[in-house]
């Protein structure tokens, strides 16, 4: 009696594996897929935005195997030493070149978009950030977003210029009050002068001088999520069109 239970537990279990295994297999969510399914779809995304990208991986991965290759045959090395290392060091190389090619094509693809500052703000270091999107918007998707981490209080406005820098000036204002001497610094998303690109948001927030300790930061985040500013603020209803997720192919989240 107890063996025809263990085998009929046994095929449950068995059965279970085996729907779970066809469910990611048919599923669209990137959180199921293997590493190389990521792979293949971060590739098929990017080279649908740009071209170039797979004459790029592969020259990268020919030139590193043509390298290694001579250097192997010049230092009169075993093949096996040498020939794996090539492999290796092509696919590597395919891969950087990929990501760095991806996230070219993200902030393409999204650029001049409503919630476009999502893009970079989801390649921060997590360890040391956090951002909140949306904490400020008008009606015409003119919004602002919050950054804190080691630089302070960033405040980041997109939209158009003269509705966004109003709206960022009573952010800073509000922010100003509660943060208790915490630096805010405010930024306008754009192409225009005195602007930051989408490109070059995350190293221009990464590069601030540092100004506050861990423990600093998560005094902050505690005021302002006790002063609840995102339920103070007039935003529009429905949901707001942000490129979120769009990345998590890439890093396998």
Avoid: C
Wanted: charged share 25%.
């Amino acid at each position: 009696m107890a063996s025809e239970k263990a085998k009929e537990l046994a095929r449950k279990q068995k059965e279970q594996i085996r729907a779970e295994k066809l469910r990611k297999k048919n599923s669209n969510d990137p959180k199921d897929w293997g590493r190389w399914r990521q792979f293949a779809e971060a590739y098929k995304r990017t080279n649908e935005i740009d071209p170039s990208t797979r004459w790029w991986m592969i020259g990268v991965a020919v030139g590193a195997i043509v390298v290694i290759t001579a250097i192997g045959l010049l230092a009169n090395l075993a093949w096996w030493a040498w020939v794996p290392l090539a492999l290796m060091s092509a696919v590597l190389g395919a891969m950087l070149v990929l990501t760095r090619k991806a996230k070219t094509a993200m902030i393409t693809r999204y650029q001049g978009q409503p919630g476009s500052a999502e893009v970079a703000l989801q390649l921060l270091n997590k360890k040391k950030y956090t951002y909140d999107l949306g904490i400020a918007a008008t009606r015409e998707l003119d919004l602002v977003h919050r950054v804190i981490g080691p630089g302070g209080i960033v405040l980041i406005g997109e939209g158009a210029a003269g509705r966004t820098r109003k709206l960022l000036a009573e952010q800073e204002r509000k922010h100003s009050q509660v943060s208790y001497g915490t630096t805010v610094t405010t930024l306008v998303l754009g192409e225009a002068a005195n602007q930051v690109k989408l490109g070059e948001l995350q190293k221009r927030i990464e590069k601030m001088p540092k100004v506050m300790e861990p423990y600093q930061v998560t005094e902050v985040q505690s005021r302002l999520k006790a002063l609840n500013l995102r339920n103070q603020m007039p935003i529009p209803k429905g949901p707001m069109p942000t490129p979120k997720g769009i990345n998590r192919a890439l890093r396998g989240r």
